[in-house]
Every structure is written in structure tokens, then in C-alpha cells.
């Protein structure tokens, strides 16, 4: 229905930055939301932040003035600029579009990105 596909992973040290990006293809006009989430090693898999179809934005405690969420709509691509990275940041990230089908809630996820930040 929906395919996503993250870019933007690697290695990086803390304070730095990266910008992950995620390409949304097929039934595009059913998505109302894509949000970002990562994984830890031995956590628990996290939302991070997200943005609806209107633009509003929400974002988890820990990345609040230093993750920005943003969208292209002409792309089809959803971003996460991620600034001041701190080692407590390295896991995996994954994007997930939600929307309805025909009155069917879906989720599609992407197949993730790793992060990792060196102290």
C-alpha cells in the first residue's frame, strides 16, 4: 500500500548533526501522518516526532529543541534534521506512515536507518 524508505544514517560525534529522510511511494493520498521512531539495543522501539497531513508536529521530551520534523510535499518526503546529537541518540530509526484505506487503518513502516553517536 504504502512504501517507505530512510536515508540518512551514520556515524557521527556528539554535537553534530545529520538529516534523516524518508520517501514515501504508492498510496500516498491515504497517509495522515508519517512519524519518526527509533530502537535502541534492548529498548523498547520510541516515537521521536511526527507530523500530520495538516503540519502540526509533536515531539518526544528528549529531542525537544534539537530534532525538527519537516515534510516536502512535492517529494513525497518526510525529514528529521537532528542537531546537538548526543550519544543517548544512537539506535536505529525508522519512519511509519499511518492512514485509512477504504475505512482500514493501516501502519507501514520503513526498513531503518542506523544513528550512532560517538561521545
Known amino acids: 500500500q504504502v512504501r517507505l524508505v530512510e536515508s540518512g544514517g551514520g556515524l557521527v560525534q556528539a554535537g553534530g548533526s545529520l538529516r534523516l529522510s524518508c520517501a514515501a511511494s504508492?498510496?500516498?493520498?491515504?497517509?495522515?501522518?508519517i512519524d519518526w521512531y527509533r530502537q535502541a539495543p534492548g529498548k523498547q522501539r520510541e516515537l521521536v516526532a511526527g507530523?500530520?497531513?495538516?503540519?502540526?508536529?509533536n515531539y518526544v521530551d528528549s529531542v525537544k529543541g534539537r530534532f525538527t520534523i519537516s515534510r516536502d510535499n512535492a517529494k513525497n518526503t518526510v525529514y528529521l534534521q537532528m542537531n546537538n546529537l548526543k550519544p543517548e541518540d544512537t539506535a536505529v530509526y525508522y519512519c511509519n506512515a499511518r492512514g485509512q484505506l477504504s475505512g482500514t487503518s493501516f501502519n507501514s513502516w520503513g526498513q531503518g536507518t542506523q544513528v550512532t553517536v560517538s561521545s
Open positions: 507530523i500530520t497531513n495538516a503540519g502540526n508536529t
Open positions: 504508492g498510496l500516498i493520498f491515504a497517509i495522515n501522518g
